[in-house]
């Protein structure tokens, strides 16, 4: 493909421009990313009560120890989450009418009573990654901005190494001087993780912005109808009108019935959640969703009326409209909600693999920019580099360590959580900016969350001993696989961070070296 040498200018600033203003936020949501492929181990990790073995089905008395832990009236809408396998109670979540934030809490059947949720460490994850924050909505709306503009970045990157395509999935040259190092890992992570950036960011861009959509179609194709043009989109049954009416005592057929009823109308459903609609309100509705068996990224819901047992409505796969079909399985395959664990594990290095390169590339735009003479913004975006480059993985490895010596009942203990996160990575940022050896930094701050991960399977003892600490002090303690891959990914990071940290240490040494040799 030919390119003028003009149009090849104009390309290259575009992607170099681009790069480097969404470079720094794309690094934190594919470095956040590798983490999130494994939420679900992660959140099995990280509290006891997710370990311990399924209780039998009994949705009834769920449903009756949610209710009963209520502040007052049921909220207008609140979810049973089913465990997820042969481990894990269940849950409720709602939105809290003392506070007005979400809260998820364990259900004990045994006990009959909830458990108030104490560990949101995949979670958190979870919503860094897509910048979510209930306090700040339009955070999320903006991941998405960011995700189309790293596609017009991955975009320009093809155009103007066209015809290098070949070399760069090889053209590493260990020997060469710094500049060309970073040049060359900046491309060969780029070729080579290319098609996953390129799915992940215009995923990323679908799923996020798809109301934008919505509202762009609603009126030439659906004639103004908003809830059938969401219908289309999502492939979802439009929400019950709301009622704040007391019902009027209306006997409920059992939570079992319920579900019996559901999974024998679409055949093969395995129910993971049950959505409570004006539950002891007028117009009540359970929504029972889950996949079905033989449907690929598919989930089936079935609306009942809990008054009189009936089947309301039903949304499964093969009724979807294509967009949603499409809409479904991107989403699916964005969230890794396919494939064994070594598809995940090559996923998430993936996700770290674009990370690096993101960062690589700011690196080379330093060096070019150097021969312009604009120091001062030079020196602030390396700094500012170097602070949320190391921030990604120190903060992320004082996250795990903060989970596991943080007091257990602490009063805001989530919220301690959400806490250390931050400031530990506003605390790399600062600290970048008074580092006066920019290289020696990254060494240091590498080497931290380094011990930091290594460290951590060693301090669950106190908490669980169902993985690596259960292996270590008795062979007749029950291990959770998901707790021991969990733990063992922790101390194979800690210790790849730290041999990047003495690698990179080593380079600058060697690199000393040669020009203290060079002839003058």
Not at 40 to 55: H, N, R, V, Y
Not at 112 to 123: M, S
Not at 420 to 447: E, N
């Amino acid at each position: 493909m030919g390119i003028s040498k003009e149009n090849y200018k104009k390309a290259w600033d575009l992607h170099a421009w681009a790069g480097v203003i969404v470079g720094l936020l794309a690094a934190v949501m594919f470095g956040t990313g590798a983490a999130v492929v494994f939420q679900g181990e992660i959140e099995t990790w990280q509290d006891p009560l997710a370990q311990k073995p399924a209780p039998a089905p009994d949705y009834e008395r769920w449903s009756e120890v949610a209710e009963a832990a209520f502040e007052s009236t049921p909220p207008r809408q609140f979810t049973l989450w089913l465990p997820d396998g042969d481990r894990g109670y269940p849950r409720v979540g709602y939105f809290s009418g003392e506070t007005g934030r979400y809260r998820m809490e364990w259900i004990d059947p045994d006990e009959r009573e909830v458990i108030p949720q104490r560990e949101k460490l995949g979670t958190l994850f979870f919503h860094i990654h897509t910048f979510y924050d209930v306090r700040f909505p339009s955070l999320y709306d903006f991941a998405g901005i960011v995700a189309l503009v790293l596609v017009l970045v991955i975009v320009t990157g093809v155009v103007i190494q066209w015809h290098n395509l070949v070399a760069q999935f090889h053209q590493f040259r260990v020997d060469a001087r710094p500049m060309v190092r970073w040049n060359d890992l900046h491309k060969v992570i780029g070729v080579t993780t290319l098609p996953f950036q390129l799915f992940f960011a215009y995923s990323a861009a679908i799923i996020v912005l798809a109301p934008f959509f919505v509202d762009a179609v609603v009126d030439p194709v659906f004639g103004g109808d908003r809830t059938a043009a969401k219908a289309g989109m999502y492939g979802r049954l439009p929400l019950p009108e709301a009622s704040d009416k007391d019902s009027t005592g209306e006997t409920y057929r059992s939570m079992d019935t319920l579900v019996e009823t559901a999974e024998h109308r679409v055949e093969g459903l395995d129910a993971n959640k049950i959505m409570f609609r004006n539950w002891r309100r007028s117009n009540p509705r359970a929504d029972i969703e889950g996949p079905v068996e033989g449907d690929r990224f598919g989930h089936a819901i079935v609306r009942l009326d809990p008054t009189t047992g009936e089947v309301t409505r039903i949304a499964r796969p093969s009724q979807q409209t294509r967009a949603a079909e499409l809409r479904g399985w991107i989403a699916e395959i964005h969230s890794v909600n396919f494939g064994g664990f070594w598809t995940r594990l090559l996923l998430a290095l993936l996700s770290l693999a674009a990370a690096a390169s993101m960062l690589a590339g700011i690196v080379v735009w330093f060096a070019r920019r150097r021969r312009q003479r604009d120091a001062f913004v030079d020196h602030v975006l390396e700094k500012l580099t170097a602070g949320v480059g190391t921030g990604i993985v120190v903060a992320m490895a004082t996250s795990f360590a903060a989970s596991r010596l943080l007091p257990w009942h602490m009063p805001g203990r989530l919220g301690a959580q959400e806490l250390t996160y931050y400031l530990a990575f506003s605390a790399c940022i600062v600290a970048a900016f008074f580092a006066s050896k920019i290289r020696r930094f990254w060494c240091v701050q590498l080497s931290i969350a380094g011990l930091l991960f290594g460290v951590t399977p060693l301090l669950t003892a106190p908490r669980s001993t169902a993985g690596v600490v259960g292996i270590l002090t008795s062979s007749s303690t029950e291990t959770v696989p998901a707790v021991i891959g969990v733990d063992i990914g922790l101390i194979v990071v800690g210790v790849a961070l730290v041999g990047s940290a003495w690698a990179l240490g080593r380079s600058a040494s060697s690199a000393g070296e040669k020009a203290e040799s060079a002839p003058s």
